[in-house]
Every structure is written in structure tokens, then in C-alpha cells.
């Protein structure tokens, strides 16, 4: 284990405190400290001592620049999306087995083109559309009928104007999908699940959400322990980047998702959600999919799918003060709304000294 840094200590305002705080990946959170995380080693540096006590570390000021950095805003065909706030990117299923809303969809891509429509207009900045479930146990399902189940979705969310992200692993899924208009694609393999994958979006010059699972050839749910999760994940993750991006791939076009869920036991997750703020030293945009998860039944009296609103609410403002861009909800309305409200806090502290 090399070195880490996570952004710890975080104020309302950096008004009045120059050289005391940083900004965090030009958004609107500043902190004022790092724990800096060595191999047995654990401790707090001031931003104000950074360089006095880490200036001579080409790993430490290398981190620190990833984490500080704005995030260049996203050009998605003739729409923009800048990255200085939290978005909410909406999960559209057109399969029959999703854990959440499966089957409701799946054979109408009127329906669920509307479905879309209306997630837009209760706020969401993307659609996440899928055609697999990737929920534990689910079947595979072949490429073919993925395409057929994705396609004419996406053509008319396009049409519309919305932003698409398609959630696949497969190569074809991701040819189809962007000839017909999809901006991103979202795999939850990180592109290592088809050997064609990697080829598809470099060719394309298409924006990708890079998953953790730990063992994505196989499958999303393998794994067997962590000694560390956040520094287990992080590196992992830092080695794929550098893979994607010497294979061709703009590392402006890459965002990443530790994969709550995906592989990770409860423990795993929490430590992840507590440790979010660690993956801005990646130095791309992070998404955040933990809406009506496992997780939150485990925490609430094994609450059912249905009744997980009020964890998927904290969970997604635990993202937002950790600096998540992009969180990946099924409750759109109820998100944007709690969102609304957490960017009031924000704004208040910015101007009301």
C-alpha cells in the first residue's frame, strides 16, 4: 500500500480562510485537513502545513492535485453538463428481473421512453438506461435481446433532448446504443467483463463509468474479503484508469463507481460511504449507486425494496457531502428535492457572513 489522502474536516464557507482550506474537485465543499494514510501509519495534516510536511512527496502532491481539480464539465452531443454540484442520474430498467422495478417495462419502449421522459422532468440531469439486471443470480441475458430491449429507448429519450447513459458489459450492447444516440455508457465491469468493450468506447471517444466488483470477468458478485475496502477499491480503480487511458481512452472522458453492493458485504459498504471522499485523488468524477440497496434493508428491520426511501435519501446525501457527482436513483423526484434543499444550506453559508 502506497500512499493516501482523504479529505477530512470539512467548513461551511472558505470566506476569511485563505491557505487554511481547500476546495474539493472544484465543487462546493472545502476542507481543511487530510488524514494521510501510510502503510501502519494514520495521521491528520492541516492544509495549512501541506507542503511544509508533504511537499517533498511526488505521490502526496500528485493526490492532492487530483483532489483539488475542477472536473471539466461533460460535452454530451449538443448538451453540456457541468460537474460543480451533484446530479441525478435516474434508473430506467427495461428488464424483467431488476431487484427493484423489473418487468414493468420490458416489452414497451413507448412506455418506458415516457418513463424517462417524466424522469427528466422531475429533475434528473441523465438516464440510466438498462436491458440486464445485474442484481445477484440474475440470468444473463444474450446480446441480442439486450440490443432490442435498449435501442428504441434510446432513440427516443435522444429525441428529447435527455442526456443517456446505458448500463452494459457488452460490446455490442455499447455499438448499438451509441450509433443510436446514448452519450455514456455506465459498465459495471469496467470493461474488462468483453474484450471488445475497452475497443468500442475508445473508438467512439464516449464518456464511461468505470464500476468496481472484484472480479468483473466473472461476474459483478464475486469476492471474497478485503483487508482495507477504501484502499483495496481506490487502487484498484487507479490501475483500471491507467489501463482504459493508455489504451486509448481521454482520461476527461472517465468517471468511477466503488460499486456499493457489487462484491462488498455490509461492512464493506459502510466503510466505502464513510470513505468517499478518498476516490476524488482518482481524479475523475465519481457516481454513487446505492438507491434501495441490500444495505439499507440490513440497517432497518430488513425493510423491503419498496420501503427503502428514507435510507436512499441519506445514503444520497452522504454522496453529496462526500463530493459525489452523480448519483444513480430510483427515486428521482424525492432526490432532487432532498438535493435542492442540502445546496440551500450551502448557498446560505457562501453568502449569509
Known amino acids: 500500500m502506497t500512499l493516501h489522502l482523504r479529505p477530512i474536516q470539512f467548513v461551511d464557507s472558505p470566506v476569511g480562510r485563505d491557505g487554511e482550506v481547500a476546495r474539493l474537485a472544484g465543487g462546493m465543499l472545502w476542507f481543511t485537513a487530510y488524514e494521510v494514510i501510510e502503510p501502519g501509519i494514520r495521521r491528520t495534516v492541516p492544509i495549512a502545513d501541506f507542503t511544509r510536511l508533504l511537499g517533498d512527496s511526488g505521490r502526496a502532491a500528485a493526490l492532492?492535485?487530483?483532489i483539488t481539480a475542477p472536473r471539466a464539465p461533460l460535452t454530451l452531443g449538443a448538451r453540456i453538463l457541468r460537474l460543480d454540484q451533484p446530479h441525478v442520474a435516474a434508473i430506467l430498467n427495461v428488464t424483467p428481473d431488476s431487484f427493484s422495478d423489473g418487468g414493468q417495462l420490458e416489452d414497451d419502449p413507448v412506455a418506458a421512453a415516457h418513463a424517462g421522459f417524466d424522469m427528466v422532468a422531475r429533475g434528473a440531469s441523465i438516464v440510466d438506461l438498462g436491458g440486464e439486471s445485474t442484481r445477484p443470480g440474475a440470468k444473463m441475458v444474450w446480446e441480442g435481446d439486450e440490443v432490442k430491449r435498449v435501442v428504441p429507448v434510446v432513440e427516443r429519450l435522444v429525441k428529447?433532448?435527455?442526456?443517456?447513459?446505458?448500463?452494459?458489459?457488452?460490446?455490442?450492447?455499447?455499438?448499438?446504443?451509441?450509433?443510436?444516440?446514448a452519450h455514456i455508457i455506465n459498465d459495471v465491469s469496467a470493461l474488462l467483463w468483453d474484450d471488445r468493450a475497452l475497443e468500442v468506447v475508445a473508438k467512439a471517444d464516449c464518456p464511461v463509468i468505470l464500476m468496481h466488483s472484484p472480479d468483473p470477468a466473472k461476474g459483478p458478485h464475486g469476492g471474497s474479503g478485503y483487508g482495507n475496502?477504501?484502499?483495496?477499491v481506490f487502487d484498484w480503480l487507479e490501475a483500471r484508469i491507467a489501463a482504459v487511458v493508455a489504451a486509448g481512452v481521454d482520461h476527461g472522458r472517465i468517471m468511477v463507481d466503488p460499486g456499493i453492493g457489487f462484491g462488498k458485504g455490509l461492512a464493506d459498504n459502510l466503510a466505502l460511504l464513510n470513505g468517499l471522499a478518498m476516490f476524488h485523488g482518482l481524479g475523475?468524477?465519481?457516481?454513487?449507486?446505492?438507491?434501495?440497496?441490500?444495505?439499507?434493508?440490513?440497517?432497518?428491520?430488513?425493510?423491503?425494496?419498496?420501503?427503502r426511501l428514507g435510507g436512499s435519501l441519506a445514503l444520497a446525501l452522504k454522496g453529496a457531502e462526500a463530493g459525489v457527482h452523480l448519483l444513480?436513483?430510483?427515486?428521482?423526484?424525492?432526490?432532487?428535492?432532498?438535493?435542492?434543499?442540502?445546496?440551500?444550506?450551502?448557498d446560505q453559508a457562501l453568502v449569509g457572513r
Open 284 to 307: 475523475c468524477p465519481i457516481m454513487l449507486g446505492a438507491s434501495r440497496k441490500r444495505m439499507i434493508g440490513a440497517l432497518s428491520n430488513e425493510a423491503p425494496v419498496g420501503e
Open 64 to 66: 492532492h492535485a487530483a
Open 229 to 232: 475496502v477504501v484502499i483495496e
Open 328 to 346: 444513480r436513483v430510483h427515486d428521482v423526484a424525492e432526490t432532487v428535492q432532498a438535493l435542492r434543499v442540502w445546496r440551500g444550506f450551502k
Open 160 to 181: 428529447s433532448g435527455a442526456i443517456v447513459s446505458v448500463d452494459t458489459r457488452k460490446a455490442a450492447v455499447m455499438d448499438a446504443a451509441i450509433a443510436a444516440g
